[in-house]
């Protein structure tokens, strides 16, 4: 059974950071391709950024040059570093692979 915890949300000032964690289970992130979405209230959920087999990063044209998704093959994590956050960062970002979803961990930028 393929499980994903995701965590790291938080209250945090424009400008600021925070780094999410994606703990997985179930399934090697090693030999996955591993993405996070997130869903802002009212809209649907949109997709953030994915990594593949190869290390091969993608990213959503909003968050490109501020957000960064790696992974820790040890300890079977995914990470989104997210920097000079803004309030339309605003949302629940949810980890995603092998057609799982976590639960989602809460992320507001507000001042």
């Known amino acids: 059974q393929v499980q994903l915890v995701e965590s790291g949300g938080g209250l945090v000032q424009p400008g600021g950071s925070l780094r999410l964690s994606c703990v997985v289970s179930?399934?090697?992130?090693?030999?996955?391709?591993m993405n996070w979405y997130r869903q802002a209230p009212g809209k649907q959920r949109e997709w953030v950024a994915s990594i593949t087999l190869g290390d091969t990063t993608d990213y959503a044209d909003f968050v490109k040059g501020r957000f960064t998704i790696s992974r820790d093959n040890a300890k079977n994590t995914v990470y989104l570093q997210m920097n000079s956050l803004k309030t339309e960062d605003t949302a629940v970002y949810y980890c995603?692979?092998?057609?799982?979803w976590g639960q989602g961990t809460q992320v507001t930028v507000s001042s």
């Open positions: 995603n692979g092998r057609q799982t």
């Open positions: 179930g399934i090697s992130v090693r030999y996955n391709g």
